[in-house]
């Protein structure tokens, strides 16, 4: 049976709330690349500051909890 993997908020790669790493963990990716991705699409963005962007998914995603990483 596959593993159903949640987006949430990362316990093993978090900096500040462990948004990115959450992302990270969910896509199968690198956290430092998530990261260096974000910051190059928010300096890029003129629309939507990226630290708002932060926020919002910092409010929005759960955090992990030890059923995550089973």
Same mark, same amino acid.
């Given at each position: 049976?596959a593993? %159903?993997?949640k987006?949430?908020? +990362?316990?093993?790669?978090?900096?500040?709330? !462990?948004v990115?790493?959450?992302i990270?963990?969910?896509l199968?990716?690198?956290p430092f690349?998530?990261r %260096?991705?974000?910051?190059?699409l +928010?300096?890029?963005?003129?629309?939507?500051? !990226?630290?708002l962007?932060y926020i919002?998914?910092w409010?929005?995603?759960?955090?992990?909890?030890?059923?995550?990483y089973?």
């Amino acid at each position: 049976m596959a593993k %159903l993997i949640k987006l949430h908020r +990362s316990r093993n790669y978090r900096i500040i709330a !462990g948004v990115m790493g959450g992302i990270a963990e969910y896509l199968g990716w690198s956290p430092f690349l998530t990261r %260096l991705l974000f910051v190059i699409l +928010s300096c890029a963005s003129v629309a939507v500051p !990226g630290i708002l962007v932060y926020i919002v998914l910092w409010i929005m995603m759960p955090n992990a909890t030890a059923e995550s990483y089973r």
